[in-house]
């Protein structure tokens, strides 16, 4: 079950000029208070003036508190988390969510990484990160289609590997259609169904 608790922080929390807001983002498994409040008083000491607490996996990425508070953000606001996992575990989700602050027009800080996206070192080595991110995308692609132009040069054009060789195949049709064999005695000879056969044998007349 999804927890959503919105709070608002007392100490140390404050709003910064025109308005701008210091949202933080906590999540933590049920009954992990430790967890909590470890976050809750990073988030003190960092400032927070409105905490976002979520107890979804952070492998989801249908989290409404998440989603409710990337609907909040305005220019300029900062969006702070304890740890980068706290936002998501995925790497292709973080880079999604830290668009979206980006879109926003508002600020990231990772307490835990210092990562801080407000200051022209940070938005860089986020740049490197989604880089790097697009880079495995694009060398999982190029693997992709090297094993399917490798199976279609072998003759298969995806999956498993075929039981059956090549050479066996054609024994197969050759033995059946001669009539020296019957579809029966070759698929026990190769351990197959006799449907497999009898597939075997219509793609050779």
Same mark, same amino acid.
């Given at each position: 079950m999804i927890i959503r608790d919105v709070e608002k922080s007392c100490a140390n929390g404050r709003l910064l000029k025109?308005?701008?807001?210091i949202f933080g983002y906590s999540r933590v498994s049920k009954g992990d208070?430790?967890?909590?409040?470890?976050?809750?008083?990073?988030?003190k000491e960092a400032g927070v003036e409105k905490t976002?607490?979520?107890?979804?996996?952070?492998?989801?990425? +249908?989290?409404? /508190?998440?989603? =409710?508070?990337l609907n909040?953000?305005?220019?300029?606001?900062?969006?702070?988390v304890w740890k980068l996992d706290r936002l998501s575990r995925s790497l292709k +989700?973080?880079? /999604?969510i830290? =668009?979206?602050i980006d879109q926003a027009s508002?600020?990231?800080k990772s307490l835990t990484e210092a990562i801080d996206t407000t200051t022209p070192a940070g938005r860089m080595m986020m740049q490197m990160v989604g880089s790097f991110a697009e880079f495995e995308r694009e060398m999982i692609r190029e693997r992709t289609k090297a094993g399917l132009d490798?199976?279609?040069a072998e003759g298969r054009i995806g999956g498993r590997r075929p039981k059956l060789r090549k050479d066996q195949r054609k024994d197969i049709a050759v033995n059946v259609i001669s009539g020296r064999k019957s579809g029966a005695d070759m698929a026990r000879l190769y351990n197959v169904s006799e449907a497999t056969i009898s597939r075997i044998v219509a793609s050779h007349r």
């Open positions: 025109g308005g701008n807001m208070d430790q967890n909590a409040r470890l976050q809750i008083k990073a988030f976002f607490r979520e107890t979804a996996s952070g492998g989801r990425w +249908d989290r409404p /508190v998440l989603h =409710e508070m909040q953000l305005r220019e300029n606001d900062i969006v702070i +989700d973080l880079l /999604v830290m =668009e979206k508002s600020g990231f490798a199976a279609r």
